[in-house]
């Protein structure tokens, strides 16, 4: 390793400062050599580049916002809304089952029969001579239909932060609809019931 003052690494000589008298006029500046082509001036009428058209650095387009920009209000989530869809749901699925329950015995002749035979039994109707026919397929479809689309709709609109109580409920009301209208098809499927109440 050699020391910097040392004969084989001279110290390179120091240029001379500008001197000048006071009352001389100071030395003109160096003047920068201009660029080999530069930019011609805009003619007149010539449109210069739109740079305001560009997206700016953090626009939307860009993913984040700008600086000052209008933030769009941020939804609040409907707890309520939340709660009372949720529980619609499973009261729902409650019923779905129910509503198979009862297609299940309408499916079995003889428990159907014991079933409206103890009915009329206590109405002092007699015994019940009326046709199932395809009430259990209506009743087992329609309550698994509407269920799905209750869950199927009420989810993506909870997710998008929209009312969605009243879809369940929609269901709910339908399903109860078809039930018992098939339910009161089958009691009125007996003719003799029927002749009774016309009289």
């Known amino acids: 390793m050699s020391e910097p003052n040392s004969a084989s690494d001279p110290t390179p000589e120091v240029p001379k400062a500008p001197s000048f008298t006071y009352g001389e006029a100071a030395p003109a500046p160096q003047q920068t050599p201009e660029p080999s082509s530069p930019l011609p001036p805009p003619m007149y009428g010539e449109r210069m580049p739109d740079y305001a058209a560009a997206p700016a650095y953090g626009t939307p387009a860009y993913g984040t916002p700008v600086y000052g920009a209008a933030v769009p209000p941020v939804k609040r989530r409907r707890v309520w809304d939340l709660v009372l869809t949720v529980i619609l749901l499973v009261l729902g699925l409650f019923g779905m089952g129910i509503g198979l329950i009862y297609a299940a015995i309408f499916a079995d002749p003889v428990l159907v ?45 909870l997710i998008k932060n929209k009312i969605a109580f009243w879809v369940p409920l929609t269901a709910g009301v339908i399903a109860a609809i078809v039930f018992w209208g098939t339910f009161m098809a089958i009691m009125f499927s007996d003719p003799s019931l029927l002749s009774g109440t016309i009289r």
Do not use: E, T
Not at 138 to 143: K, T, V, Y
């Open 113 to 157: 029969q014991d079933v409206f035979d103890q009915a009329y039994g206590q109405s002092g109707l007699g015994s019940w001579n009326g046709d199932v026919g395809a009430a259990p397929a209506i009743i087992a479809i329609s309550h698994i239909v509407l269920y799905l689309i209750a869950l199927g709709v009420s989810i993506p609109m």
